[in-house]
């Protein structure tokens, strides 16, 4: 302590002195507290502190931020400034609220609670922040700051953090796909992520139809959602699968099966055939294959194409094998499937129906 006592001696000065002096100070204390934070005491760091959060208030900025980033790299920061430093000015706090290692929990929830976007886009940027943390910024965050949460793959988020960003999804495609792009969003919220899709789409729909009433517009869509609802829930018609699964078998066991038996399948009308190719492909049940077919939502029949990637010519041919002449399906046209499949992402797709043959399999009775 006895270097630095000099220093302290000046500091009552230094509220005459000019900024260009008060700096240099400032310069010193932090150089001086930065070479002896490993053997200072808890009286000693409290003593540089009130220095620093002292001369800290009476300087511009462009100190201010030469000191953040000198302390950002500390093991530990005198904690009052900063706590100062990291609710100051965006360009002063980065520094710290980036790299700082010396921020507790509740010092990252009192930024996110009480700062603004850009400061909480740095928090959530932050390797492993806690549920508490990603809770305050999703629930008071705007987009950017929740793609930032969805981006981060090491954030912990709570169910309702995740259930707040798959409702806030709604319309941002953005969001859409950093949240299905996550390993730990549970299959519920794959489901909810989907629906949230469906709803774009209904606003989509709304934008094209301007001479039409919106309610009614969405009233139209409701219907036919709860309709292709009804006929998910309900027995499909009996169909035999047996001749079908001895025709894809041999492609299955010698590893052959792909786009191409796909194609061939949809292009001579054969559904059984087409569902178990499907099925294997995808090693998603027949049942579920069969659900996608009797759904006007065709969001899930493009996010099973894209997940193995097959090219826009395979997609038409299977929309037109299982979607024509199929009790209650009334699926878009081509051209907005088409535009609808360009758009979706296949790592995204694959995820997705991964998810859902794990669930499948998940649920599935062990073997005797």
Known sequence: MSSIAPLLRDLDNAAGADEARR????????????????????GAVDVFDEVLVRLASEIARRARMELSKK???????PPRLVRQLVHDEIEVARPLIERGTMLSEDD???????????????????????????????????????????ANGTAHISAGGFGRLVARADGDETLQRLLAERKDLSIDDI???IDVAGVAAKSRLQALLKNVSPSAVGAAVDGEIGHAHAIAGAATAQRSYDAAI?????????????????????????????????????????????????????????????????DWETVRAVARAGFEGRAGARPRTLTQMRDSYEKLGHKTAARIVQFLAEREQAASPAPA
Do not use: W
């Open 23 to 42: 700096e240099r100070m400032l310069e010193r204390i932090a150089d001086l507290y930065l070479g002896q934070q490993a053997g200072l005491n808890g």
């Open 108 to 150: 990252l929830l009192s930024i996110a609670m009480t700062r603004g976007d850009d400061h909480r886009q740095i928090v959530a940027g932050r390797p492993n922040i806690s549920e508490k943390v990603t809770d305050a910024l999703v629930e008071r965050g705007g987009p950017p700051v929740l793609r930032r949460v969805a």
């Open 191 to 193: 489901h909810r992520l």
């Open 71 to 77: 302390l950002a790299d500390a093991d530990r920061g």
């Open 246 to 310: 001895k025709a894809v078998a041999p492609y299955l066991q010698d590893r052959t099966l792909g786009e191409s038996h796909v194609r061939a399948f949809a292009e001579d009308k054969k559904f059984e055939e087409m569902a178990c190719a499907l099925s294997g492909l995808t090693r998603v049940s027949l049942k579920t294959i069969e659900a996608v077919f009797d759904s006007v939502d065709t969001d899930r029949f493009l996010v099973l194409c894209k997940a193995l990637n097959f």
